[in-house]
């Protein structure tokens, strides 16, 4: 039988490797999704610059590292859903992120799942900036 047995891709059925990331902070769910929801709030990481909204909610821009890349949010304000598919540098990323209450504040995380033509180290080293940009993002979210 074709793709059983010695020969199947088994890439297609193990869990790949995954990377979480997190930003806390004193302002409220609403005002974080709303400052997220924003595309032109990613630039105030620092990865990214000339976001530029283009047809079917696609953004596009330049990222530090991977170059011309696009991406596209899929938003939930009611669960705090602000997941994005990321293109760049020939990679796609399904980036699932979540805000969430915590006491007077909330907390932002991000889960990375291993794209499959990365290997986990490749991965691990892409994701090494992005605190960062988290940082960055704690900066201007506390100005609000």
């Known amino acids: ?10 890439s297609k059925t193990i869990p790949r490797k995954v990377i979480g ?3 806390t902070t004193t302002k409220s769910v609403d005002k974080v999704f709303d400052f997220f929801a924003n595309m032109k709030n990613m630039e ?20 530090s ?3 011309k890349s696009k991406m596209k949010h899929t938003l939930s304000r009611e669960f705090g ?28 995380s991000w889960t990375f799942m291993r794209p499959d033509s990365l290997s986990d180290e490749q991965f691990e080293d892409q994701l090494k900036m992005f605190d960062i940009e988290i940082d960055h993002w704690r900066t201007a979210l506390e100005k609000i």
């Open 65 to 67: 590292v991977l170059g």
């Open 21 to 23: 990331k997190t930003l």
């Open 81 to 108: 859903i602000i997941d994005h598919v990321f293109i760049g540098g020939g990679l796609e990323w399904n980036v699932f992120v979540r805000v969430v209450p915590n006491q007077s504040g909330s907390t932002t």
């Open 44 to 63: 105030l990481g620092g990865a990214i610059r000339s976001m530029e909204k283009i047809d079917d909610g696609w953004w596009i821009f330049d990222h």
């Open 1 to 10: 039988m074709i793709g059983k047995g010695k020969f199947e891709n088994k």
